[in-house]
C-alpha cells in the first residue's frame, strides 16, 4: 500500500497497512538542505527539490507545495521583505483602503507575484513522487487572507464596525482561495490544505466563525470536491475546541488539531472526520526522540479503536526541529 | 459607573463616551474613573479570560474602549505622579504581527503602568537600551514565529552585562507560550495578557 492509498483509506476510515504519519514540513525542508529560507521560498523548483531530499531523509506518507502564509497577499499588491533564515513580513499591506476593494481583481495564479512557483513546485514533486506520496499544496482561508490584505488590526475593527465591507473582503478572498487552490490541482497536488488560522477561537468568538466563515468554507471545500480534489482538509491551529462542532458541517475530510486540544474530545465532537494532529510542535526543538515516540504511542493509542487519524504535529514543524525528532515521530507508525 | 463598565465591555464606543460625559457632568474625578470604571471592566475581562473564554476580537473592542475612556481623560497623557512601574514592550526582530502586544500595553496602562512601547521587528539591543533610559522593572517580549526563540533566550544575559540583571523578563505570544521560563531564560511565560498583568501586581506587593 503506498502513501496515497493509505491516506484514502484512512480518510474513508477503512482499514490501512498503517496510520499515516504526515510531518508538517515546511520550511525545514530547506533548513535540513542548508538552503537560505528566502532563497527556498522564492523558487518553485528549490521547494521541489528539498520537500524530495528531506521526503528521502525521513519517509513519511506527504509532501508539500507550500511557501508562506504571504503568497497570496504579494500577489494582491502587498510588499514583502525576505529575510535569510524567517519567513518573510508584509511591510506594506495591499488594501490601504477598505474602498479599493473594487480595483481589485482576482490574480492570476499563473502569473502573479509567487504563485507560480507554487504552481512549479506542485508539478515536480507530482511527476517526481506523485504517484505514491501524496502532493499537498496550500491557499490561505478567506479570514486569514482577509487579515493578511488589511493588517490584523484593521481587519477585525472593520469586521465590527463595518460588517457589510468586511463580508465583502470575504467574499473576494473566497474566490482568490478556489481559483488559486484550482490551479494548484490542476498543476499537479492532491489536494490543497486550506490554511485558515486566523479563524481560530483565540482571535474570533465560535459565533464569528458560525456567522461569518462557516458558509465560506462550506463553498470552498464544495468547489474543491467539484474539480477532483483527492479529499479536503482544512487547518486551523489553536485552541479549536468551541468551533469543533461546526466542522462537522463544513465538508472537509480531514481536520487538523493543535496541541492545545484533547483528541478524545474531538474524537467525540467530530466522529465522522479524519483527524491530524497533534504533537506540540516546540517538543521538536525541546524534546528527546523518546518523548516523541511517547507522544505518538499515545496518540496512536487513542485512535487505534477509532481510526480516521494521521499522526502529526499539531502544526507547522518548527525550523530549527531536531531531525532525530521527526524520524522518531515518522518511525513510530512502523513499529 | 456600572453603565460605563457594561458600554466598555461591549466594546460600544458612543455609550462608553456618553456613559463618560454623563460621569463627568456629576463631578467623578478621573482617578474613580479609572478606579472604579477601567481597572473593574479589566478585573471582569481577567476573571472571564481565565475561564478559558479568550478571544482578541472581543479584548480588542475593550482595550479601545478604555484607549477612548483615556484619551478623553487625559489628552495629554495620565499624570506621571499616579503611575505605577515603567515596562519596555516589544514584539522582537522577525515578527511583525504586534496585535497582541498592543493590547498587552492598552491593558497595562489601564492598570496604571507607565508603558513604553519599542514596536515590532524590534532588536534586542534597542530594547534593552529604551529599558535602561527608562529604568524599566520588567521587559515585555513577545512572538508568533519559534523562529524568535534564540533571541529571547538571549535578552536575561545581556542585561546582566548592562547590570539591569533586576529587570525582571516576560514573554507571552504563541510561540514563545509554548516553552517554558527555563527553556526561554526568562522570569516568566504569560498564557494570556491578564496572566502577565498578574504577575506584574504580584511584583508590585513584594
Not at chain 1, 55 to 60: A, L, S, T
Not at chain 2, 55 to 71: C, D, G, P, S
Request: proline share 5%.
Amino acid at each position: 500500500m503506498n502513501s496515497i492509498e493509505r491516506i484514502i483509506k484512512v480518510v474513508g476510515f477503512n482499514q490501512a497497512d498503517r496510520v499515516p504519519v504526515i510531518a508538517q514540513v515546511f520550511g525545514h525542508a530547506a533548513v535540513v538542505a542548508n538552503v537560505p529560507l528566502d532563497e527556498y521560498l522564492q523558487d518553485g523548483g528549490l521547494v521541489a527539490r528539498c520537500q524530495i531530499d528531506a521526503w528521502e531523509q525521513y519517509d513519511y506518507d506527504s509532501v508539500f507545495a507550500l511557501l508562506d502564509v504571504c503568497v497570496e497577499t504579494e500577489a494582491l499588491g502587498s510588499r514583502l521583505e525576505f529575510r535569510k533564515d524567517i519567513y518573510p513580513l508584509i511591510k506594506k499591506y495591499a488594501m490601504a483602503d477598505t474602498s479599493e476593494i473594487d480595483s481589485f481583481s482576482i490574480p492570476n495564479p499563473k502569473k502573479a507575484g509567487r504563485m507560480p512557483e507554487l504552481l512549479k513546485a506542485a508539478k515536480i514533486l507530482r511527476n517526481t513522487l506523485g504517484k505514491e506520496v501524496l502532493v499537498v499544496g496550500c491557499a490561505l482561508g478567506p479570514m486569514t487572507l482577509t487579515l493578511q490584505l488589511l493588517g490584523a488590526e484593521r481587519a477585525l475593527y472593520l469586521a465590527i464596525d463595518d460588517p457589510d465591507t468586511f463580508s465583502g473582503l470575504l467574499d473576494f478572498s473566497v474566490e482568490v482561495c478556489v481559483k488559486f487552490s484550482v490551479e494548484q490541482i490542476k498543476a499537479g497536488v492532491h489536494l490543497p490544505v486550506i490554511f485558515e488560522p486566523a479563524a481560530s477561537p483565540a482571535v474570533i468568538p465560535a459565533p464569528f466563525f458560525r456567522e461569518f466563515l462557516l458558509p465560506r468554507l462550506q463553498k470552498i471545500f464544495r468547489e474543491l470536491k467539484n474539480v477532483g480534489s483527492l479529499a479536503t482538509w482544512l487547518h486551523i491551529a489553536g485552541p479549536t475546541t468551541p468551533i469543533l462542532p461546526y466542522y462537522n458541517d463544513l465538508g472537509a475530510d480531514i481536520i487538523n488539531i493543535d496541541y492545545y486540544i484533547d483528541p478524545s474530545e474531538a474524537q467525540n465532537k467530530c466522529p465522522n472526520l479524519c483527524i491530524n494532529g497533534n504533537i506540540k510542535p516546540l517538543s521538536f526543538i525541546t524534546e528527546k526522540p523518546s518523548d516523541i515516540k511517547t507522544m505518538s504511542k499515545t496518540l496512536l493509542g487513542l485512535f487505534k479503536k477509532r481510526g480516521g487519524y494521521i499522526l502529526s504535529s499539531g502544526c507547522e514543524l518548527p525550523l530549527e526541529s531536531k531531525p532525530e525528532n521527526i524520524k522518531a515521530m515518522v518511525l513510530s507508525v512502523r513499529e | 459607573m456600572q453603565d460605563l463598565i457594561d458600554a466598555i465591555l461591549d466594546g460600544d464606543i458612543s455609550r462608553v463616551l456618553s456613559e463618560l460625559r454623563k460621569l463627568t457632568v456629576q463631578d467623578i474625578r478621573p482617578e474613580q474613573i479609572i478606579k472604579n470604571g477601567i481597572e473593574s471592566a479589566v478585573e471582569f475581562l481577567n476573571d472571564k479570560c481565565s475561564i478559558d473564554s479568550f478571544n482578541l476580537l472581543e479584548i480588542m473592542l475593550v482595550t479601545r474602549a478604555i484607549m477612548t475612556i483615556i484619551q478623553e481623560l487625559y489628552p495629554e497623557g495620565p499624570p506621571s505622579s499616579q503611575l505605577k512601574s515603567t515596562i519596555v514592550i516589544a514584539t522582537l526582530e522577525g515578527n511583525i504581527h504586534d496585535i497582541g502586544k498592543n493590547i498587552v500595553k492598552i491593558i497595562l496602562k489601564a492598570k496604571g503602568y507607565r508603558v513604553i512601547d519599542c514596536g515590532k521587528d524590534c532588536s534586542n539591543e534597542h530594547l534593552i537600551s529604551t529599558a535602561q533610559q527608562n529604568s524599566a522593572s520588567a521587559l515585555f517580549v513577545s512572538g508568533l514565529i519559534t523562529s524568535i526563540i534564540p533571541n529571547v533566550q538571549k535578552i536575561k544575559d545581556l542585561l546582566e552585562k548592562e547590570n539591569l540583571s533586576h529587570i525582571k523578563v516576560v514573554a507571552g505570544g504563541a510561540a514563545l507560550k509554548m516553552a517554558s521560563p527555563e527553556f526561554l531564560k526568562v522570569d516568566y511565560v504569560a498564557e494570556t495578557v491578564f496572566d502577565g498583568l498578574n504577575y506584574m501586581e504580584q511584583l508590585q506587593k513584594v
